[in-house]
């Protein structure tokens, strides 16, 4: 069984010409647990694997993009920012070359 479905060429909700589309080959057994979530929220079969898909590109991405901490890693990356540690003479040698490299 095939479902297709229609992207917007936004990510946003904004209106916007629909002009993408995505295709994936699902049993029917995947099309009918789609199809009963869908009614029980009164949406389309579309409108529903289009949120349920865009809701789960968001959150994969805001994971990957997150970065957590610990406590003691906070207070290292802070202390770090604040009292940053004198340049090594490996990375004064590499701000002379590329000084020189780009006529500064």
Aim: aromatic content about 4%; hydrophobic content about 40%.
């Amino acid at each position: 069984m095939t479902v297709s479905v229609v992207k917007s060429s936004k990510v946003n909700s904004e209106r916007s010409t629909k002009a993408e589309r995505l295709e994936a080959r699902i049993t029917k057994e995947q099309k009918e647990l789609f199809q009963r979530a869908a009614d029980i929220q009164g949406r389309t079969l579309t409108d529903f694997v289009i949120s349920s898909v865009l809701n789960a590109a968001k959150q994969i991405i805001h994971e990957h993009e997150m970065m957590s901490l610990s406590k003691e890693d906070q207070e290292v990356f802070v202390s770090a920012l604040l009292n940053p540690p004198e340049p090594s003479t490996k990375l004064q040698a590499a701000a002379q070359r590329y000084k020189r490299n780009i006529g500064v």
